[in-house]
């Protein structure tokens, strides 16, 4: 039995609910309460900023970007991160009086390592767990806001795209979301998934602003992240997000996976034959040629080979001009796709990728 340490308190109005909590409701933030519980990712808690480091505001559960100062109260969710250009964070084995923003979504935790390039962490004064009448801690994994039908995939299914990359900021979402442009302005219906990473509504609404509709990620699933889930936790949440956006074989399902194709989670569903099984066309983004050339060498382990790539190198002639040096492999400018072409190419079953790359 959990022990209470303290009586529960009022949460007051004035708290903000980042996008990390997005399946909580307004209704259920009543009480908090300091309780003898370690924190599990997807535990929330009520806590105050008491030092502005890195992030200095909250994305909130409408994708609005609130500015944060010492004193700001909101609610926050335990979780773990993987992010080479900011932290590897991780939940804590106890609570403390103090924590670390790990991502602008809401995620706290403790900083583990972190890029020498960033500040130190913002700091989080926890006051006490975010808790129902009954003294039960809230936890965004008890409220996921989908769940499929049926857990039989019919076939066949919607095409899906997949995108992935070298790393994180390797321009994966704009991939994506030029996917989605193509595809939307040709007239197909378009769903639009992210799989794995840290909790953040920006790349998920960039798809939507690109007409995808409706879009998802794993917080939909009631995960904060997905950084250390257990493979059948990962599969379990591609699968679910596959049975709902995917049946209709007529729409196509843009799927992202976050971070570089040698992380573990990102790894561990390359080679997983129930996600190779799905993919119609595999995109491939790298941030330069010599991270693109790299990649193509490590995606053959996974007996893997990309129908396209793009990323933070298709913008520039010259990068492209090093790449086309060491491969055929056709590539799009995502920042300024030629959205009809591109369209055709996803469309296409063996179009020629010589044919694709002088088209380009």
Known sequence: MEKIIRPMKSIKKG????????AIKPRQVRYYECIDKAPVAGDI????VTRIGQHASLENVSGRIH????????IFVFGNRYAPDYYEGLV???LTEEVDLLARSGIVGIVKTKNSMIKDATKIKVLGYVCDESGHVLSTRDFPLIKPRTMVKKQPRAKMILVCGTSMNSGKSLAAAACCRALSTAGYTVRASKVTGTASLKDILHMNDSGASPYSDFTYLGHPSTYLLEQDELLSIFNQLDLKYANNPKNFWVVELADG??????AILLRSPEVISRIH?????????????GGLGVLRSFDLEPDALSGVCSSSPLLLRELSEFTNIPFFNSAEPNVNMLANFLLSLGRSPMAYKASV
């Open 45 to 48: 808690v009520f806590g105050t």
């Open 67 to 74: 500015m944060i100062h010492h004193g700001t109260k909101a």
């Open 92 to 94: 804590p084995d106890e």
């Open 15 to 22: 708290y903000i609910t980042p996008s990390s909590a997005l």
């Open 261 to 266: 194709i040698i992380q573990r989670e990102t």
């Open 281 to 293: 066309k595999f995109i491939f983004c790298a941030s330069d040629a010599f991270g693109a050339i």
